[in-house]
Structures are given as structure tokens and as C-alpha cells.
């Protein structure tokens, strides 16, 4: 009798690679080695699998990157822009993705350049980001340069994320720099008790802050209270603009 165990001839029912198999192996070769780490050969060796099997699948390494930008963006939260203030949406967005970032660091050279074409969950992300600024009453023209905003604020913190909390000691160096010093001496962190992350660990769950944490809060919130006082002086100039899609320049 044959063993059931055992796999027959022929094509085995389910492949061997697919696209998030790839995608896995391509983003853990990246965050041990950094980018350069990351070649056909050492990723079909992560995969075990021969170079001509992961031709079959990918034609080339900037395929593999798209790959790797779905599957990391896919945990970036945007759903917030189905059902809230596009300010509140907008903020819960920011703060999912810069925690996906600091997550994957060795990422963010690549991501941050890398163009959208041929994505499809960036661009389904993006989409939603679009439609939810443009019910809102943004200007079509603004979308973009918001999303550009948010992220340069996004990819910069998460870097931050990982820096050493004394980055800016001057050391013995302090009466050089006597005003800025005084500045890292005197700095809020007052924030640096509890706040509400909107990431993997769960909606609501509870994380620590750190100077990191504290100054994106600061730099998002005050992106985020530039972007209403524009918005507002647009709704003074066209009263008759509070919701639904805007072609102004």
C-alpha cells in the first residue's frame, strides 16, 4: 500500500513558493543584513529552493521589493478613513505606520524611494487615505503633498525610534553649545507618561513613551494643526466647501 505520507509524482498540490513566502524571506534577509544582503542567491538559499525556481516567481530584485513594500504596508492601519474625522483618521494612519517602521528600520532607504507602481496594497492604502482627505473637502491638489508630509515625518521618527536616548548629550563639549545644552537640559518630556498606540499590539493597548515618542507626538500634532488652519481658511474663502470631493487649486 502506498504511503499517504509520501508525495507522488508530478506537480505537488500546493506550491512550494508564493508571493508572501518570498516577501517573508526577502524582509528577514533585509533586517539581519541590511539591503545589500539581499540577492537572488541568498534569497533562494533562505527559501531552499534553487535561483531558477524563484526566477519562476519573481524577475528581478525590484520585483521582490515590490513584494516586500505590500506586505509590510499591509499592516499599516488606514481604516480609520471608513468612518472618522479626517484629522482623527489621519493621525491614527500616522502613528500605525511610523510603529510598522520602527519595526523595519533597514527598510525605509528602500520604501521610502521606491515608486508605488505594480502594489497593490500601497496603492489600496493610498487609496483610502485619498478618498477619506477628499470627502472631507481637501483640494485634490493637496492630497499628495499631505500623504509626501505625513510620511517624511513617519520615515524620519521611526529612525528616531531607534536612536539612544541621550543622542543629543554634548558631553564635555556643553560650553560650546551653551544655549542648545541648556535646551537638552530643559527638555518636555512631559508627555513620557502613557499614550494609546493604534498598532499590532492592539487597539488601545498600552505603550511607554520615550523623548522619541514625544517628539513625534509633537511634530504630528503640530503638522496636524497646520493642515486644519489651512483647511479652514479654504472653507472661509468657499463657504459652500464642507464635504465631498474639491477640485480647487
Not at 487615505?129 to 485634490?140: D, F, K, M, Q, S
Request: neutral net charge.
Amino acid at each position: 500500500m502506498k504511503d499517504s505520507s509520501m508525495r507522488g509524482r508530478g506537480r505537488p498540490l500546493n506550491p512550494v513558493l508564493t508571493q508572501r513566502k518570498i516577501a517573508g524571506a526577502a524582509v528577514s534577509l533585509i533586517q539581519s543584513g541590511g539591503y545589500r544582503a539581499l540577492t537572488m542567491a541568498a534569497l533562494a538559499r533562505q527559501l531552499g529552493v534553487s535561483a531558477s525556481a524563484l526566477y519562476n516567481h519573481v524577475g528581478s530584485k525590484r520585483d521582490i521589493m515590490i513584494l516586500v513594500q505590500d506586505r509590510v504596508n499591509q499592516e499599516i492601519d488606514c481604516s480609520a478613513f471608513d468612518a472618522q474625522d479626517w484629522d482623527v483618521a489621519l493621525e491614527r494612519w500616522a502613528r500605525s505606520y511610523r510603529e510598522v517602521y520602527a519595526r523595519n528600520i533597514p527598510l525605509i532607504p528602500v520604501m521610502a524611494v521606491l515608486p508605488v507602481a505594480n502594489s497593490p496594497h500601497t496603492l489600496a492604502m493610498y487609496e483610502k487615505v485619498a478618498a477619506g482627505l477628499t470627502r472631507a473637502g481637501w483640494p485634490r491638489s493637496w492630497v499628495v503633498n499631505t500623504i509626501v508630509a505625513v510620511e517624511s515625518l513617519v520615515f524620519g521618527s521611526a529612525y528616531d525610534a531607534v536612536a539612544p536616548d541621550n543622542i543629543f548629550d554634548p558631553g564635555e563639549l556643553s560650553e560650546a553649545a551653551p544655549m542648545f545644552s541648556a535646551a537638552v537640559a530643559h527638555r518636555d518630556l512631559s508627555l513620557d507618561s502613557r499614550r494609546r498606540s493604534p498598532g499590532p499590539h492592539g487597539a488601545g493597548a498600552e505603550t511607554a513613551a520615550s523623548p522619541a515618542d514625544v517628539a513625534f507626538d509633537v511634530g504630528l500634532r503640530s503638522l496636524l494643526a497646520g493642515f486644519r488652519v489651512h483647511l479652514d481658511a479654504l472653507r472661509a474663502q468657499e463657504p459652500g466647501i464642507t464635504s465631498g470631493g474639491s477640485d480647487l487649486e
